[in-house]
């Protein structure tokens, strides 16, 4: 007895409707990367929204406290190099470290998170927290000043840690007020023009 081949079934339109809006929404994610500045002005734009949505509401104190918290996290991230080219990040790996002297060799700073998704999670988060303060019953009533202290208590030790990692091994995560260095500048002359001559 042969075994008849059947052909796939189709995709349903409910795959190809979500399949479109993603690609859609990758489409336009692409022609944003090369405008910085645009886009981390959408984000801020997103935080004093958020920031004057919950100061006049007077609530959400908890969806703050974990927008700060995942920010944070966000944050450190950005700041810290990539494990995989780099020294000691306190996983205990004894993989290659940072230049220590000038006499070794240069590498660029490369980020465990890329500003690109640095911006993206930022604003990800930023539209999930605008969405939950429509939600009444996430306004769960708290003390809002215990959150605050504990929240600074948090940062000051994860960017006390910070620094002396920075410290220890020589980086600094930001371009801004760095040296930049230029190659050789153009003379103008083709290698047709040397030929002739």
């Not at 190809?16 to 801020?44: A, E, M, S």
């Not at 003390?143 to 220890?168: A, N, S």
């Amino acid at each position: 007895m042969e075994s008849q081949k059947t052909a796939p079934a189709p995709p349903s339109l409910a795959y190809r409707v979500c399949k479109t809006i993603l690609n859609r929404h990758q489409y336009y994610l692409d022609k944003t990367t090369p405008y910085t500045t645009v886009r981390w002005l959408f984000g801020v734009a997103l935080f004093l929204f958020y920031t004057i949505r919950v100061y006049l509401l007077q609530g959400w104190y908890i969806v703050t406290y974990a927008l700060g918290i995942y920010l944070l996290n966000l944050f450190i991230a950005f700041i810290t190099p990539n494990t995989a080219g780099y020294g000691d990040t306190g996983d205990g790996d004894d993989g290659p470290s940072l230049p220590t002297t000038n006499s070794e060799e240069f590498r660029p700073f490369m980020r465990r998170l890329p500003e690109f998704k640095f911006w993206y999670s930022f604003s990800k988060a930023m539209v999930v927290a605008i969405i939950c303060t429509y939600f009444d019953c996430i306004n769960i009533p708290v003390f809002w000043p215990i959150l605050v202290m504990y929240f600074v208590l948090l940062f000051t030790l994860t960017m006390k840690k910070q620094i002396k990692h920075m410290i220890k091994y020589r980086y600094i995560p930001f371009t801004y007020g760095k040296a930049r260095y230029k190659g050789k500048e153009d003379t103008g002359k083709s290698l047709s023009s040397v030929n002739d001559i």
